[in-house]
């Protein structure tokens, strides 16, 4: 009897290493070559497909063979990434409102009515110099 020998999971060193050849392969066959949201056949004789991180990369998730799987380019791929962006965009949204800095900036009453007494100084303090000359 022999014993599968597990293979260390790919890891890329930075997000924007390329998925060597080798790991594609082993995501291809663990996905059985199926798009994993429709089930189409992808790759050669089927549909164009896409190694997709299921956690989006912008979501925090890691660029690794276990956050990748295939996915058809059309329609799935290109919704999936439609999703990522918007859930990137609401966590960037929630993320602005708990620090505070999707709040308006201050209106300026305080600082209007400061310039407005500014100018009122400096024009007072003009007028008399012409008073003076
Ligand atoms: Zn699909």
Same mark, same amino acid.
């Given at each position: +009897? !022999? ?16 998925? /060597?050849?080798?790991? $594609? ?13 429709? !089930?189409? @056949?992808?790759? /050669?004789?089927?549909? /164009?497909?896409?190694?997709?991180? #299921? ?32 859930? #990137?965009? $609401?966590?960037?949204? +929630?993320? #602005? ?11 300026? @009453? ?5 310039? %407005? ?11 008399? %110099?012409?008073?003076?000359?």
């Amino acid at each position: +009897m !022999t014993t599968a020998r597990t293979v260390p999971e790919w890891v890329g060193k930075h997000p924007d290493e390329a998925v /060597p050849r080798r790991v $594609k392969d082993r995501i291809f066959l663990r996905d059985g070559g199926r798009c994993q949201a429709c !089930t189409r @056949r992808v790759g /050669p004789g089927g549909e /164009p497909y896409a190694l997709d991180h #299921k956690i989006a990369l912008v979501n925090g998730g890691e660029h690794r063979e276990g956050n990748l799987q295939l996915l058809c380019q059309n329609p799935c791929h290109a919704a999936k990434t439609a999703t990522d962006v918007a859930i #990137k965009s $609401k966590t960037y949204d +929630m993320r #602005k409102k708990h620090i505070g800095a999707d709040k308006p900036a201050r209106p300026s @009453r305080l600082s209007k009515e400061y310039r %407005r007494a500014a100018l009122a100084r400096i024009q007072a303090e003009q007028a008399k %110099r012409e008073e003076l000359t």
